[in-house]
């Protein structure tokens, strides 16, 4: 049986200051020809959520995938929190879990990145965003928001 490629790695490149660039890789699901579905949540990248369908390019050169297109919203949302201290980074990521919300932490900038399900009422979610950053224990950005509130 032939071992069929269900999955690649795909960069995602954003600009982060003048003339600086930051690289995210990203496992894609093939989906079809050029269509891949972002299958991890993105720690970094804005404006891609899990589950989005996107359109990528081969860099020959680089014998690398790139991302070239939004093709298709997943309905997920995206939201960064940047926490301050080290201790208060594994509870956040149990509450947003015991609320229904993936999350991965990148742990060498004190990242979770969050993935907020398409059918999970975000209002509870902006709620606790907005009152651990008024107590000053974190900030946070909606990367990638799909929501209503």
Same mark, same amino acid.
């Given at each position: 049986m032939e071992n069929e490629i269900k999955s690649i790695k795909v960069a995602f490149v954003q600009k982060v200051g003048d003339d600086q660039y930051e690289t995210e890789t990203m496992w894609c699901d093939i989906v079809d020809n050029n *269509?891949? /579905? $972002?299958? *991890?949540?993105?720690? %970094? @990248? /804005? *404006? @891609?959520?899990?589950? #989005? %369908? %996107? +359109? @990528? +390019?081969? #860099? $020959?050169?680089?014998?690398r995938y790139y991302f070239e297109n939004l093709v298709l919203a997943s309905g997920n949302s995206t939201v960064h929190i940047l926490v301050y201290r080290d201790e208060d980074v594994d509870p956040v990521k149990i509450w947003l879990e015991d609320n229904k919300c993936e999350s991965k932490i990148l742990r060498q900038r004190n990242i979770v990145a969050v993935n907020i399900p398409k059918q999970i009422n975000y209002s509870p979610i902006k709620k606790y965003l907005d009152q651990g950053e008024e107590k000053e224990i974190w900030t946070y950005e909606e990367s990638c928001l799909e929501h209503d509130y």
């Open positions: *269509n891949y /579905k $972002i299958a *991890n949540i993105p720690a %970094i @990248v /804005k *404006n @891609v959520s899990l589950g #989005d %369908i %996107i +359109e @990528v +390019e081969y #860099d $020959i050169d680089e014998e």
